[in-house]
């Protein structure tokens, strides 16, 4: 298991920047939209900030899902547990892919 940070802020002036480390900047962009279609939420407000461990392989999409539950978590201030643990990855249509955990 590995941890994810994610942080998002309210941006008054300009549009959202995204700054990520050891994750894929489009893939970043896929997920905020496909957030902003789902939710209806108005990311390009806010600036967004990912961390993902180096020893993730950049090449799999299963940690998509933990971004996405991570930006909604910061949108709607609700932190998750340190017992949560999310793992999966989505469509460009938004469909879940939910991988089984041994």
Do not use: W
Request: hydrophobic letters at 40%.
């Amino acid at each position: 298991m590995v941890e994810i940070n994610i942080l998002i802020n309210k941006q008054f002036e300009n549009t959202g920047r995204r700054v990520v480390q050891n994750f894929n900047m489009n893939r970043l962009h896929i997920i905020c939209a496909q957030i902003e279609n789902i939710f209806q939420i108005d990311l390009k407000k806010f600036d967004i900030f990912v961390e993902v461990p180096e020893i993730i392989d950049q090449s799999q999409r299963h940690i998509d899902l933990a971004v996405c539950i991570g930006i909604l978590s910061n949108y709607y201030k609700k932190p998750q547990k340190n017992t949560d643990l999310f793992f999966g990855n989505m469509s460009l249509s938004g469909d879940l892919y939910i991988n089984q955990i041994y």
